[in-house]
């Protein structure tokens, strides 16, 4: 998803998005859609589709996942299913 931020755009346009996603999603022909971290409760909370989510944290720890309200969040979502973390290093887990 080459989107900018949500907080970028107006309503208008994140519907656009949101649409976008839903056709994708209503297509069958992927069975998860990948998104940066920003854009996670938008789409949790506008997608309406039966269909996983991958999502990753830039300049985020592991630990700050898990102790942030917002991370919590999304690691108890049962439709994200991956959360890739690129931690403040140069390195990804």
């Known amino acids: 998803m080459s989107f900018d931020k949500p907080s ?12 976008h996603l839903q056709k ?3 297509s069958h022909a992927t069975r998860a ?13 506008h997608l309406n589709r039966p269909i996983d989510l ?11 996942l898990f102790l942030t309200p917002s991370g919590q969040r999304m690691v108890n979502d049962p439709q994200l299913k ?3 973390i690129k931690d403040k290093g140069k390195f990804h887990r």
Do not use: M
């Not at 970028?8 to 649409?19: G, M, P, S, V, Y």
């Not at 991958?54 to 700050?64: D, G, V």
């Open 54 to 64: 991958l999502t990753w944290k830039h300049r985020t720890t592991q630990f700050e």
């Open 33 to 45: 859609l990948s998104f940066p971290g920003w854009w996670y409760s938008t789409i949790r909370k």
């Open 24 to 26: 994708v999603a209503d």
């Open 8 to 19: 970028k755009l107006d309503k208008t346009e994140i519907k656009a998005c949101i649409n």
């Open 82 to 84: 991956v959360i890739l």
